[in-house]
């Protein structure tokens, strides 16, 4: 907070004045850091005391005083920032605004007409998650902008400062009525052609595998392998978030929003040559990206710093930057594990549509299912395929009612009697809701969906959005489908359900919000392995996914798949990993709702399948032991109110060997190392299926050394001896 005041005082004092545009924006870029710290220490020496003048630039640091953003208008009056870590700058100065149709813009002739900041320190508590206590520790500046020549042309930005990272948003007053954003001008000026982990800023799919590159060879046009091209839209070279880089000094940085409410996606256009980031919003028909009714806030532009970059992981920055729960007690969903009637239909063995034959979704095949959960310690099950209307249910046949009344179902399955079987098993049944992408129609149904649910016990839901949006002209990702998704989850949590949505709009916190929000896809997950003609997912994915797409929230991914070639079904896909890897992922990966997939004929006298038993999926505590992008990752984590702790560690397609200080857990106790590791010869394309299981003695003291093979990994139950 020292610097806060300091420059609160100094600015409020008037000593500074408008410092006129350079010739080029580089020689701006690096002349103004040097002006801002002149100009502090003259304020600091003289202690200058100039009244009249508004302030001019502000600078925010966060509690460890580490992370320093400054605020500052340019010569015309544009609102501007840049982020400094220590001594080095991060990001250059930034201009900052937005614009809406008919001229209304909110990009130059400001001046600063007032600040507030705050402290920030509370801690609260999850209901459930990957972490029990949060603590919300940050500094906050509130910078009211007002038009010199248009006074009812006011906004603010509000910026936060954590130790983790830093975060704004623009708000605005009630004034402004009814507006249509055009854009919104937000900029990442990057100082450095950084490492980078990205995926393409896709407006309707986020199913693409990420590239590795120097910021500067980004190019997300060429939409990488995706199966089915032709449904998304790739407008320019910008990237999805989260997006994740290294700095030459070995700093990490993700780009990415949070609370995501009532606007449309942010993905960031790419200056391969200035090293320039810019917003660029999902659009709609009319090139416009959001109708928007003042007083109105927009989501949280949020830039995660790590000296680690397991460190990204842990942070709950962007759970700290979403409201408090605001739908109340949620114990009606209980974190789970569940196996279900689906690989089967990845694989082709059984079909979603019971006139196609082979209809997966029987009565006696979801009993089947249920008595393999109840004998495993898994709590649900999921049965897709279970309602009518699979036959048209993609595509351009989809009927313009939609496909699906979501309420009855195929003559072969008796939803009352699976629920009625689940119950005697104590086992859950998860509803399965897919949309075919036609929103309006589920919005139509929605209720007696719910209803049928709700008479029935039923308390999650898994969403799906396959295809193109209808009406045409919208994206996945737009305005329309972040408040589709809204209405559902509030909707679902008046009927006390919970929502894992697939093909969803991208996670940006608001589970905090919606504690009913409890996972999504939103990736490339298990699926493609079983039908991607690119040949699945590379080695490294997982490896990649928990440094980005994991920072947005619980992933549904799917883990666990024991057949990893797929045979006999599908002889030219597979798993590229190895099944120790698959293991390991339960612990990797966070989602409270963690499928155990495979066909059960594939667990059948399966050692590893304990591991899977065991496994916790609600957390205590999460630690990220070690790790870097794209090449490993080793977490643990405690199982909520419990003492056990449970440990993965996955590598890319490199053998490798780390030391794992067992130091997490509790000095004294005496812990039971179940550890299921590659075994001989381990290699994910060549040996995917050697596991080696092996049992050891262990405290907080001890060292593990984990030998990982190609594409492998090791996943570890740590349960107290006395236990
Ligand atoms: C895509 C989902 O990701 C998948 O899990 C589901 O089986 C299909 N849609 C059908 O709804
Ligand atoms: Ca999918």
Redesign the pocket.
């Known amino acids: 907070m020292r610097v806060v005041r300091l420059w609160t005082e100094f600015s409020n004092s008037g000593s500074l004045f408008f410092i006129p545009l350079p010739l080029t924006r580089h020689f701006y870029l690096w002349i103004m850091p040097k002006i801002l710290f002149v100009l502090t220490l003259l304020a600091v020496v003289t202690g200058c005391k100039m009244k009249t003048a508004k302030p001019a630039s502000q600078v925010l640091s966060s509690p460890d005083g580490k992370l320093n953003v400054t605020v500052f208008l340019t010569a015309n009056g544009t609102p501007a920032y840049m982020l400094k870590h220590e001594e080095s700058m991060l990001l250059d100065t930034s201009l900052l605004g937005l614009r809406f149709s008919g001229g209304i813009n909110f990009t130059e002739g400001f001046e600063i007409s007032g600040t507030e900041v705050r402290t920030i320190d509370e801690t609260w508590t999850q209901p459930w998650g990957e972490q029990r206590q949060i603590r919300d520790h940050g500094n906050e500046l509130l910078v009211k902008l007002n038009n010199k020549e248009l006074p009812e042309r006011s906004f603010s930005v509000r910026f936060r400062a954590y130790d983790d990272g830093v975060a704004f948003r623009y708000e605005f007053p009630q004034n402004i009525g009814n507006v249509v954003l055009q854009d919104e001008d937000t900029e990442f000026n990057l100082t450095a052609d950084h490492l980078c982990w990205w995926g393409p800023g896709d407006w309707d799919i986020t199913e693409h595998l990420y590239t590795t590159s120097r910021f500067s060879e980004i190019d997300a046009t060429k939409k990488r392998n995706h199966p089915s091209l032709a449904q998304t839209y790739i407008p320019e070279n910008a990237v999805n978030t989260p997006i994740t880089m290294r700095t030459s000094e070995g700093l990490y940085l993700a780009f990415h929003e949070a609370a995501l409410i009532n606007y449309s996606d942010m993905t960031l256009k790419v200056d391969t040559q200035s090293l320039l980031m810019q917003a660029e919003l999902v659009g709609r028909a009319d090139g416009m990206k959001a109708d928007l009714e003042g007083p109105f806030n927009t989501p949280w532009r949020m830039i995660q710093v790590a000296e680690r970059a397991g460190d990204l992981i842990e942070s709950s920055l962007i759970l700290n930057l979403n409201e408090p729960n605001k739908i109340g007690d949620v114990s009606y969903f209980k974190p789970t594990k569940y196996a279900g009637i689906?690989w089967d239909?990845?694989l082709g063995r059984r079909g979603?549509d019971m006139e196609g034959g082979n209809h997966g979704a029987t009565t006696a095949y979801a009993k089947e299912m249920m008595d393999f959960a109840a004998a495993n310690n898994i709590g649900a099950i999921l049965v897709?395929g279970w309602n009518t209307g699979w036959a048209s249910w993609f595509g351009d046949g989809r009927p313009e009612q939609g496909p699906f009344d979501f309420v009855t179902p195929y003559p072969d399955y008796d939803l009352a009697e699976v629920v009625r079987y689940g119950r005697e098993k104590g086992v859950d049944l998860i509803m399965?809701h897919?949309t075919s992408s036609m929103p309006l129609a589920y919005e139509k149904w929605m209720d007696s969906a719910f209803a049928l649910m709700q008479y029935h016990g039923i308390h999650t839901v898994k969403t799906?959005y396959?295809g193109t949006i209808i009406p045409k002209g919208e994206y996945h990702h737009g305005q329309f489908m972040i408040n589709h998704f809204r209405k559902v989850v509030e909707h679902a949590a008046t009927f006390n359900i919970a929502v894992n949505a697939?093909?969803p709009i991208k996670d940006t916190g608001t589970r905090r919000t919606w504690p009913n929000e409890i996972s999504r896809?939103g990736l490339r997950?298990q699926?493609f392995n079983a039908w991607c003609p690119d040949g699945g997912n590379p080695p490294e994915h997982a490896s990649i996914v928990a440094f980005t797409r994991m920072l947005g929230g619980p992933i549904d991914y799917t883990p666990g798949i024991f057949d990893i070639k797929l045979k006999p079904y599908k002889p030219d896909n597979q798993v590229n990993t190895t099944l120790a890897q698959q293991l390991a992922l339960y612990v990797v990966f966070y989602g409270p709702v963690q499928m155990v997939p495979d066909l059960l004929e594939n667990y059948q006298d399966q050692p590893g399948l304990q591991f899977i038993r065991d496994v916790a999926v609600d957390w205590e505590q999460t630690r990220v032991l070690s790790g870097e992008p794209g090449d490993f990752v080793v977490i643990a984590r405690q199982q909520r109110s419990s003492d056990r702790w449970f440990l993965g560690a996955v590598s890319d397609e490199n053998a490798r060997t780390l030391d794992v200080s067992l130091d997490f857990l509790e000095p004294g106790k005496r812990y039971t190392a179940r550890i299921y590791r590659d075994g001989e010869g381990a290699h994910w394309n060549d040996n995917p299926t050697s596991l080696a299981i092996e049992e050891r003695e262990v405290d907080a003291g001890d060292l593990i050394t984990l030998a990982l093979a190609p594409g492998g990994g090791a996943a570890i139950s740590f349960i107290p001896v006395s236990q």
């Open positions: 689906w239909m990845h979603w897709e399965h897919e799906g396959v697939h093909e896809e997950g699926e």
